[in-house]
């Protein structure tokens, strides 16, 4: 660990912090000083999750991925393939662990850490012959039921929030995937079948994304990742990958975001779906403009709006198209991150207006974003006016991110506390009570 600090050029204060933050992004609460970083040094080893979160900070401080081991605070070396059972025993098994009273707990404790690379996130997934399963009768109403599960649960975590959410949907996608885990391998399952379960676990990742549990959202993610694969959804895939990338982009790890989001662009034009493409060239425009190429980032966002006006502009069913406000969305963080904060404003507008009712948790980040970067441009009246419209939200909202956002309000509207639209809001966002505070 030595070494590790110097070359982070790290004192042990500044490492005890880095840590905090990185727990905090995973929804833990690690508090350490500068004393505990001595006994690390002198041989201690600090029982989970400590050692992956620290792991964490010296990744996200040094751009590449530091293991618990190559810390010193874990005896067990990294292994690269993990052997695993087939993705629907995986997820059934996964889906037993979330619901159970012992081992729930502990999924939830376990920090966030960065893939080394997509193959490590996703294994050696790859499709199944199923060419001699046969159908069964009543796989059609099942397959319908699936479907309409998806959709429900997709319009809830919209309109509630993931902490609202996950409890309900885990013990659903519990039961279903058990009740299709046949012979080993699953191979009595149906290719449809299996991609309806990649849908479930996508949203099963999602939802605890948004609860602030996201090594348990990434282990979701991956096992959708693999499903899909399985059944031979080279699309679904794709949006799983993405969905991947954008998580670790979100926990502060821009270059393992970029490698999954170009496996992600990989997958989608096997099957060349333009809703897919435009959804994966979009992140990747706004990753490489974080990155600091703006030549790159421009080419991707010309490619994600070619593709998206080729792509379908009505459906509204789940993972059938990419919505005209999320794409919006999407874009504006591609302009703060190129440093044009007005043309982000421009397409957080649109995005708002682009939005259907009831989608209450990507309305509430829009206008708590925009509350940020009106405030940054000194706009404190526009600023207070999408702030009491974030907050009018958050009441029915169960959502971490709502609750980060909030943090994040308040710390900002401190500075604008003696102007009198700024300080009565900052009231109201004092005195707010969220959704929910757990899950």
């Known amino acids: 660990m030595a070494g590790l600090l110097k070359e982070a050029d790290w004192s042990s204060a500044e490492l005890v912090r880095a ?173 449809g079948q299996l991609a309806d379960m990649a849908k479930l676990a996508h949203l099963l990742g999602a939802a605890n994304a948004d609860a602030g549990h996201q090594s348990l959202a990434q282990e979701y993610l991956r096992t959708g990742y693999r499903l899909a694969i399985e059944a031979g959804r080279d699309g679904l895939a794709a949006i799983s990958l993405r969905a991947l990338s954008g998580q670790s982009l979100a926990q502060g790890f821009p270059l393992p975001a970029l490698a999954l989001a170009e496996d992600a662009c990989r997958q989608a034009h096997v099957e060349g779906d333009p809703a897919v493409l435009a959804f994966t060239y979009n992140l990747k425009s706004q990753l490489h403009a974080l990155l600091h190429d703006e ?24 993972f059938s198209h990419y919505s005209r406000a999320s794409f919006l969305y999407r874009s504006a963080q591609t302009a703060l991150a190129l440093g044009d904060p007005d043309a982000a404003v421009k397409a957080l507008l649109a995005s708002l207006e682009a939005r259907d009712a009831g989608q209450n948790r990507s309305m509430a980040l829009t206008h708590a974003q925009l509350t940020e970067i009106y405030l940054h441009l000194g706009r404190v009246d526009a600023a207070c006016a999408q702030g009491a419209q974030f907050l009018s939200l958050l009441t029915s909202l169960h959502s971490w991110q709502a609750e980060r956002a909030l943090a994040v309000m308040r710390r900002k509207l401190r500075r604008y506390a003696r102007v009198p639209e700024a300080g009565d809001l900052l009231l109201r966002a004092k005195g707010h009570t969220p959704g929910a505070n757990g899950s």
């Open 19 to 191: 840590v905090a933050r990185h727990g905090a992004r995973s929804g833990l609460t690690l508090r350490y000083d500068r004393s505990a970083v001595s006994r690390w040094l002198a041989g201690a080893r600090p029982a989970a999750p400590v050692p992956d979160a620290v792991a964490a900070a010296f990744s996200q401080r040094l751009g590449r991925l530091v293991t618990a081991w190559e810390t010193g605070l874990s005896a067990t070396p990294p292994t690269l393939w993990r052997a695993e059972a087939d993705a629907l025993t995986s997820l059934a098994d996964l889906c037993r662990k979330d619901t159970d009273p012992r081992a729930g707990p502990e999924l939830l404790r376990t920090p966030y850490t960065p893939p080394t690379a997509p193959h490590e996130l996703t294994g050696r997934a790859s499709a199944l012959d199923r060419s001699t399963t046969s159908a069964r009768p009543v796989e059609g109403a099942e397959s319908a039921v699936r479907s309409h599960i998806t959709e429900v649960f997709t319009d809830l975590t919209e309109r509630y929030g993931g902490l609202f959410t996950r409890t309900m949907l885990v013990g659903y996608v519990r039961d279903s995937s058990a009740a299709l885990v046949g012979v080993p391998g699953g191979e009595d399952c149906s290719t």
């Open 295 to 318: 030549q790159q980032a421009r080419r991707e966002l010309e490619a994600a709006e070619r593709y998206y006006g080729d792509g379908p502009q009505t459906s509204s069913a789940p």
